[in-house]
């Protein structure tokens, strides 16, 4: 079974940085592409960035473009989002996956098998 623990959410005021952390259980970490969704109140969840196995690939909804980072430490089984220039249009519950399937977009929910437990992001204005 493949847990995903994510940590480092919190409040923050608009302008500010969070770096939102996910740690995978499984040693075949490297093996998988990797992605972070978000739900806002009263909305779907929906994509934010994803990961390939090897961290070449990097992908972004285009709201967060230029100001969320994602990246890989392969040797620790973590992925990470950096966060910068948060807005409060950035409050969600933040989510990590695991990629399993492959449709063709990184951006499919549905290719992705594996889920954490959610960490709140809130941004204050």
């Known amino acids: 079974q493949v847990q995903l623990v994510e940590s480092g959410g919190g409040l923050v005021q608009a302008g500010g940085s969070l770096r939102l952390s996910c740690a995978a259980s499984r040693r075949t970490f490297s093996s998988y592409a990797m992605g972070w969704f978000r739900q806002a109140p009263g909305k779907e969840r929906g994509f934010v960035a994803a990961?390939?196995?090897?961290?070449?690939?990097?992908y972004y909804t285009d709201s967060v473009k230029g100001r969320f980072t994602i990246s890989r430490d392969n040797a620790k089984n973590t992925v990470y989002l950096q966060m910068n220039s948060l807005k409060p249009e950035d409050t969600a519950v933040y989510y990590c996956?695991?990629?399993?399937?492959?449709?063709?977009?990184?951006?499919?929910?549905?290719?992705?098998?594996?889920w954490g437990q959610g960490t709140q992001v809130t941004v204050s204005s």
């Open positions: 996956a695991r990629r399993e399937y492959y449709s063709g977009s990184y951006s499919n929910e549905r290719d992705y098998k594996y």
């Open positions: 990961i390939s196995g090897g961290g070449v690939g990097t």
